[in-house]
């Protein structure tokens, strides 16, 4: 079963870019993702930009309307993903785990939707 791992900090919580704690957290992340990649269960992943560079859209009587930013509001920013292959949500609980910004964030586990079951 696929789960997306979505990881969630604020952004005075991330370690400061160029810091030995920035260089450690991207060490954890490296490691992270050689244990998934070895382990045969990452499927992707990718850090995303700043919630700045965001755009929302949402259809509303038939007209497109968008915003600039994340709609959500929340003290905590979507900052990147995963998604995991593995077999149960036990497992990608231990793998969420492992992710570094879980220790000053929040990681979301959540199962894919399979839309054809055939190719599981």
């Known amino acids: 079963m696929q789960y997306m791992l979505l990881i969630?900090?604020?952004?005075?919580?991330?370690?400061t870019y160029g810091?030995?704690?920035?260089?450690?957290?991207?060490?954890?992340?490296?490691?992270f993702n050689e244990k998934a990649g070895a382990d045969g269960v990452l499927r992707g992943g990718e850090g995303l930009q700043g919630t700045e560079t965001a755009t929302s859209l949402r259809l509303r009587?038939?007209?497109?309307?968008?915003?600039?930013?994340?709609?959500?509001?929340?003290r905590e920013h979507l900052g990147g993903y995963y998604v995991l292959d593995v077999p149960d949500l036990d497992a990608a609980l231990r793998y969420a785990a492992l992710i570094p910004a879980a220790r000053f964030g929040t990681i979301e586990v959540r199962p894919l939707m399979n839309y054809n079951p055939t190719n599981s």
């Not at 810091?19 to 490691?31: I, K, L, N, R, S």
């Not at 309307?65 to 994340?70: I, L, S, V, Y």
Request: glycine letters at 8%; aromatic letters at 12%.
């Open 19 to 31: 810091t030995p704690e920035f260089q450690a957290m991207m060490a954890d992340f490296t490691a």
């Open 8 to 15: 969630y900090t604020a952004p005075d919580a991330d370690p």
């Open 61 to 74: 009587g038939g007209k497109v309307e968008t915003m600039d930013g994340p709609f959500a509001e929340t």
